[in-house]
């Protein structure tokens, strides 16, 4: 979210990328895979700046902007939220483009052939589940944050996944008003575990199966109107390891469409107190206890929707 909202709304930089194919991916699975598609990859990033070709190793992250040719031949690459650094990247890399000719820029084949042999995580997104996009950022704080203006406005975005099967865990077994039903332990403690640790200004790992101390929601049907069956959604978490925390409240609002057997809404919030940091979510000056918010609501359709959880092979889905 810094690079979007510092170098990639940047005038100068949309301009350059008219004549650019953007695109954006998970780097660990890209720099660790053996797939076709990992391989491509693993030839350009190598030459880049966190490559071996510039005293990196082979475990070093890989993670920035790379420009490459379809066929993988390295054009340049930076890690930098300095919009005009990146722009002379895209310019210095155009005009590489510009002296190749067809074939070194192309493949010598049509790698659509291979894509069933990809092996993706958004290759199990469930098409007949209950896909979430899950909101997290900083709330108000009594007293003012020493730091920096994208650390204050910083936020982030990611997705929660549950399959055709798990879809029940949020409704009641009968459709009436005032029943009231528990939401399985099971289900919230993914969701605690994956989804309401502290990403709001970098990558963050998920809280381990022992963090969970205590998780419940509780579901009470509140009306039934046309078809639609309205729940309301209230309870609490409370999450700790050795090195952060987050306890809250957790309210939430669905409204399950009876006849089209799937929700029409679907809103569950978060929202309590943070503590501590981890390797790279950019808190250790900044441990708290502070506020902090995570509102899941439906995911769309778009493509750009059926992006992975972040943490999915934490899933445990084969």
Request: proline fraction near 5%.
């Amino acid at each position: 979210m810094i690079g979007r909202r510092t170098v990639w709304s940047d005038p100068q930089v949309k301009k350059l990328l008219e004549d650019f194919i953007p695109a954006a991916d998970e780097v660990w699975r890209l720099h660790n895979g053996k797939d076709v598609e990992c391989r491509l990859f693993q030839k350009f990033c190598d030459e880049g700046h966190y490559g071996p070709a510039n005293g990196g190793t082979r475990t070093s992250t890989r993670q920035g902007t790379y420009c490459c040719t379809p066929s993988g031949l390295f054009l340049g690459s930076i890690n930098s939220n300095d919009a005009s650094r990146t722009a002379q990247l895209l310019r210095d890399a155009l005009a590489k483009w510009k002296t190749l000719d067809k074939k070194e820029r192309l493949l010598p084949d049509d790698p659509a052939k291979e894509r069933k042999n990809l092996e993706r995580a958004e290759a199990r997104y469930p098409d007949d589940g209950l896909v979430l996009r899950v909101h997290s950022r900083d709330l108000e704080r009594k007293s003012a944050q020493p730091q920096e203006e994208w650390a204050q406005k910083a936020h982030n975005v990611d997705y929660a996944w549950f399959r055709k099967e798990e879809i029940s865990h949020f409704l009641p077994a009968e459709f009436a008003k005032k029943v009231t039903f528990q939401v399985p332990r099971e289900t919230l403690a993914r969701l605690a575990r994956f989804h309401f640790a502290d990403n709001v200004r970098g990558q963050t790992d998920a809280y381990p199966a022992d963090a969970v101390e205590s998780v419940e929601l509780t579901g009470t049907v509140k009306d039934i109107k046309k078809g639609q069956v309205i729940i309301e959604y209230e309870g609490k978490v409370k999450l700790k390891d050795s090195r952060r925390t987050f306890e809250g409240f957790l309210r939430g609002t669905a409204a399950w469409d009876s006849r089209k057997l799937k929700f029409s809404q679907f809103e569950i919030v978060a929202a309590g107190l943070r503590s501590g940091a981890t390797q790279y979510n950019f808190r250790q000056n900044d441990a708290g206890p502070a506020p902090i918010g995570f509102c899941a609501v439906l995911a769309g359709d778009k493509p750009s929707d059926k992006i992975a959880p972040a943490h999915f092979y934490g899933y445990g889905w084969r």
